[in-house]
């Protein structure tokens, strides 16, 4: 279970995007998890519980201010 998803982190998924993009960016954090495609743009919303399956490991930590 990941309990410290932060918008900015870089996640490998374990699944290839169409597009044949492998990692995503989190833009969004609350009960649903939104995520950019890193290499098309592509935005998709996941529900907390599908995204914590579908994410394989954290690739890059997001930036602290």
């Known amino acids: ?12 998924m ?3 995007h169409p597009c044949g993009g492998w990692e995503w960016t989190v833009y969004r ?4 998890i939104g995520i950019e495609c890193r290499t098309c743009h ?3 919303m996941l529900d907390r519980r599908r995204f914590e399956s579908r994410a394989r490991n954290r690739i890059m930590r ?3 201010p």
């Open 29 to 32: 954090v609350g009960a649903d």
């Open 1 to 12: 279970m990941i309990t410290d998803i932060a918008v900015g982190d870089v996640y490998r």
């Open 42 to 44: 592509r935005r998709v």
């Open 14 to 16: 374990r699944r290839q």
């Open 62 to 64: 997001a930036e602290d």
